[in-house]
């Protein structure tokens, strides 16, 4: 297929923070390698990485393109959909706009059925996700949707994707896991090293990188640096340690992070998308199943979507014990139907099994609660 190379007519209305997105994504395409677009963690990411290809997130933050959304779709909708469909729509996403094909996937009903909509202006590929987790049906329909990305993949690039080289797109993303895993468990210092505001720029600028080479570098000498500055005494306060968990977080939602470190306390963990759910764990090297592993890894994620989803609360148990986490704050945006119901069960395992408070904060991508989620933190917060 003919890879996108040219810029967007309404370029030149971009801020230069956006502008630069579009010429950095534009310099990796003059190079003619395909950019594959992913909205979940789900998507096995090894398969494009095989191919030469840059996979990049497209899972919006940001409120800008959400009244051209609602144009076709209903406003009591998750915005991550809306605003990720906006941006779609709209051209105002460097990362959108140069995708060669976007690869969807079943998660949540709002957007399965958005993708409909955006297969009529954008090559739309939609995995069939599994609704559990559990029995041999569930791993091998997983298995074979990733072995038919492999296919659809091929086809459309005009490449043959080798199982050499999934296994040593396997290794690098590894690598980069354990890079970014080595970084956020800096949290695990008491007192802290650095915000949890600095670790979610840290995670969430990652999934813009193009090299990834270049990223286990970066994140590795910035991990080390972190240390050296820490062990020379370069530390912050010792305040309460909060854990964050519940839908993606970024953009606009981490008006919730400054909220709760503007009123005394530190993130010391994420365990949203953006953060240790997709990291966490790799994907076995020693398995010569390379489908097999990829699907064993990417569909033991704990999401909401999972019925049962034990494999949250057991991240969950973990990193409260390991980050000394003094309260969790689950985050939910407005319309997410799965984590909303989710929240008893969390509320339940945080109260009585790890005996610690537990708040539940619905938003959305508006600036219009940062007052409330101010007021609301600072009670919560002077209460530990």
Known sequence: ????????????????????????????KDQNKPMIGTFCTYM???LPLAMGAAVVSLCATSDETIAEAEVDLPRNLCPLIKSSYGFGKTDKCPYFYFSDLVVGETTCDGKKKMYEHM?????????????????????ELWKSEIVKLKELL???????????????AINLKNRERSALKDFYSL????????????????????????????????????????LDEYNAGKKLDSKPRILITGCPIGGVT?????????????????ENCMGAKAIEENVSEDNDDVYAALAEKYLSIGCSCMTPNPNR???????IDEYKVDAVVDVLLQACHTYSVETLTIKQFV???KNIPYMSIETDYSTSDVGQLNTRMSAFIEML
Do not use: C, W
């Open 154 to 168: 091929e086809e459309k690039f005009d490449v043959e994707i080798t199982e050499d080289a999934i296994k040593s």
């Open 1 to 28: 297929m003919e890879i996108r190379k040219d810029l967007p007519e309404i370029f030149e209305d971009f801020s230069e923070a956006r502008r630069n997105g579009f010429i950095s994504a534009k310099q990796f």
């Open 254 to 270: 981490e008006k919730v992070v400054k909220a709760i470190e503007d009123n005394g306390a530190y993130v010391v963990f994420f």
């Open 313 to 319: 609360i057991t991240m969950l148990n973990k990193a």
């Open 119 to 139: 297969g009529q202006f954008k090559d739309v590929h939609v995995m069939q996700l599994p609704n559990t987790q559990f029995g041999e049906q569930a791993f």
């Open 187 to 226: 949290g695990k210092l008491n007192p802290p090293a650095i915000s949890g505001g600095d670790i979610l720029k840290v995670l969430y600028g990652s999934t813009f990188k193009f090299n990834r080479e270049d990223t286990i570098e970066e994140v590795k000498n910035l991990t080390s640096r972190i």
């Open 351 to 353: 109260n009585k099994e």
């Open 44 to 46: 096995p990411q090894e």
